[in-house]
């Protein structure tokens, strides 16, 4: 029985190189409390994000910034109920892998503390020493590179990265050296179709795409984006599976049904 159409095994990292490997796209959400991690899980979606979007969608805050440590824990503890066959990641909040030390002490508490499978941290090159550090001590990374939420204020808006030759050689090159220092999931966001395609046939990795095109491994969305529920503008990479669906399980199985079959992303959710 595949990875895939096995609901009853829990997904890990093995069964996601897998599906790489098969060809097989596997499907991601984000989700921050019990309920909805549930319905993921039973909808068959492979990994479940508790990601710091939770700041937006759940908290109400204009960014990402404010999301702390403590946030973060507490809601990745209430996914992690919900959860018996996705894998469940959560993300590193601003400024909680400054250093590596720093980096540990937070990565061991979202998986000890919040049931965690795997931490997402947003960085390239400058945070090398950092993945290295976590992957030396067994814990799994997830990368994620493209547009970087937690940096909009240096970033100045929230823009597609990598439009530009010196900018793209750039997000080729931080793939690379993730990679070996040990990352062993890229996210990809906001970025090119050409350019994500590229990444993803330079790396061994499975690769998560959101508004990086049909190339990717993988895709992820907001779970507020899907449903159609999402405070404030939505970015064009998002798609409201709400709108055809009579239902939130049927919106969720829709979504993950589009992004097996590669219905999804269209055109229209992708940037050149
Ligand atoms: O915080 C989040 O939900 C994320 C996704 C948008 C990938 O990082």
Avoid: W
């Avoid at 997402?120 to 090159?125: A, F, I, M, V, W």
Wanted: glycine share 8%.
């Amino acid at each position: 029985m595949s990875a895939q159409s096995d609901h009853s095994t829990r997904i890990t990292i093995t069964s996601l190189r897998e599906m790489k490997q098969k060809k097989q796209r596997f499907t991601c959400l984000t989700a921050y409390d019990a309920a909805f991690a549930r319905l993921l899980d039973q909808s068959g979606i492979d990994l479940v994000l508790v990601g710091d979007s939770l700041g937006m969608v759940v908290q109400g805050h204009d960014t990402t910034v404010p999301v702390t440590m403590d946030d973060m824990v507490y809601h990745c503890r209430l996914a992690a109920r919900g959860l018996s066959r996705a894998m469940l990641v959560a993300d590193m909040p601003f400024l909680s892998y400054s250093t590596p030390d720093q980096a540990l002490a937070n990565a061991a508490r979202l998986m000890q503390q919040g049931g965690a499978q795997m931490v997402k941290l947003e960085g390239g090159d400058a945070q090398h020493d950092i993945v290295k550090h976590l992957s030396g001590n067994g814990v799994p990374v997830c990368a994620h590179i493209g547009l970087k939420p937690q940096s909009i204020h240096k970033m100045g808006g929230y823009r597609v990265q990598g439009r530009q030759k010196h900018s793209a050689e750039a997000m080729l090159y931080d793939a690379e050296i993730l990679q070996k220092a040990g990352a062993d999931i890229l996210l990809l966001e906001c970025v090119p179709v050409k350019l994500a395609q590229e990444i993803v046939g330079n790396v061994d990795l499975p690769v998560i795409g959101i508004g990086a095109g049909p190339y990717c491994d993988a895709q992820i969305l907001v779970l507020h984006d899907v449903l159609g529920i999402t405070p404030g503008p939505v970015p064009r990479f998002a798609k409201n599976f709400m709108e055809q669906a009579g239902s939130i399980p049927a919106a969720i199985s829709a979504y993950a049904q589009a992004v097996r079959e590669g219905s999804f992303p269209e055109a229209k959710h992708c940037f050149d």
